[in-house]
């Protein structure tokens, strides 16, 4: 099982939290003073709060910030400032992370990047309102805007805004449900990645083009190119989520097979490899999963994987070719991205800095 999950690479030579620095310091900045504002007695929510954002000091626990990352670069390569845009950068950060305090209670995951989860810390009860809370500042921080947009464009940004956490609820809705599927396909697939990551990182291009030009057809280009960048993005975590090791990706070793999340590796070998091998990735996957639609009693547990099967799971997953083939569709999410990236019509130094994000996610 090592070799399976040290052999696997894609790294790219760009790091964002070096390459932009500035602006991501800025959109911190932007966040916490969101936080800043409240007191009183219910104080120690917002440091709870700080804590899973990683604003508590811990800078290594921050992540990448990609979403508002995406968000301020695709203003300041229409205007030539990001700066204006921040509060929306600030607003697309905490409502993704309203979703990731969600995501961790539903998936009962006890660490995110290399710590304990809220819910771990404080309890199931507490860490939802956090996550509702999350989402309330959200919406606040849009209303900042107002200080530089008027109230039409405000508007049409939180339009936009309320569509896609609709969409990444959808999408939530059926990872979940397909964990208790055996016949979920590589179209189901596309489907429910393109309504969570690939949306919400559509929505961030999207935003930034909406506060900058009033031309439709601009602001479609960008969200399109958001959308396959989002694509590729979720293709490539799913990779590193089934064949890196911890120290590499910032995820349990081989944790998504350990859950039997219905990544693109395992969805696309269960519908392409061989008869034989299709069979025995069924039994091992599905093992303790009685599929329901919500009108039954509660599915049973799955019971644990054991490392045995998770070795002969990446094994099946590498002779069917799932893995090259999982990286071989995320690099055509990535090109058509930058394909879109030319047909932009920004700023020239504004296309270098949204193409060397572009290949932050994936390689070539």
Not at 117 to 126: D, E
Not at 155 to 171: F, K, N, P, S, V
Not at 305 to 334: F, I
């Amino acid at each position: 099982m090592t070799r399976l999950l040290e052999e696997v690479g894609y790294p790219s030579g760009v790091d964002i939290r070096t390459e932009f620095s500035r602006i991501l310091a800025d959109i911190e900045t932007e966040m916490s003073s969101v936080l800043d504002e409240r007191d009183g007695h219910a104080r120690s929510l917002y440091e709870m709060l700080s804590y899973h954002l990683g604003l508590d000091g811990d800078a290594s626990v921050r992540g990448k910030r990609l979403r508002p990352l995406l968000g301020a670069l695709a203003y300041q390569s229409l205007t030539g400032d990001y700066r204006p845009a921040l509060p929306g950068a600030a607003a697309v950060e905490l409502g993704h992370n309203f979703s990731l305090v969600h995501d961790d209670i539903e998936d009962a995951d006890l660490e995110r990047r290399h710590r304990p989860t809220l819910w771990a810390i404080w309890g199931i009860p507490l860490a939802i309102n956090a996550g509702d809370a999350l989402f309330a500042l959200s919406r606040l921080a849009l209303y900042r805007l107002l200080d530089e947009f008027s109230e039409t464009r405000v508007l049409a940004l939180m339009r936009i805004y309320d569509e896609t956490c609709l969409a990444l609820c959808e999408g939530q809705y059926l990872d979940i449900s397909f964990e208790r599927r055996a016949d979920v396909t590589v179209d189901a697939y596309l489907e429910m990645i393109g309504r969570k990551t690939a949306a919400l990182l559509a929505a961030s291009v999207q935003a930034g083009a909406i506060l900058a030009t009033d031309d439709a057809d601009v602001i479609e280009a960008y969200r399109r190119f958001g959308y396959d960048l989002g694509m590729a993005f979720q293709m490539a975590d799913d990779v590193k989520g089934t064949f890196w090791n911890s120290t590499e990706s910032g995820k349990p070793e081989a944790g998504d097979v350990r859950k039997r999340k219905k990544t693109l590796p395992i969805v696309w070998a269960l519908q392409h490899a061989s008869a034989e091998n299709r069979e025995r990735l069924a039994v091992i996957y599905h093992a303790g999963v009685r599929a329901t639609d919500g009108g039954g009693p509660e599915p049973q547990a799955a019971r644990q994987m054991t490392d045995d099967e998770v070795a002969e799971v990446l094994s099946l997953l590498e002779e069917s070719g799932a893995r090259e083939h999982a990286l071989v569709e995320a690099r055509r999410y990535r090109d058509r991205a930058l394909d879109r990236l030319e047909t932009l019509p920004c700023l020239p130094e504004g296309k270098r800095e949204l193409a060397a994000l572009v290949r932050s996610v994936i390689a070539a």
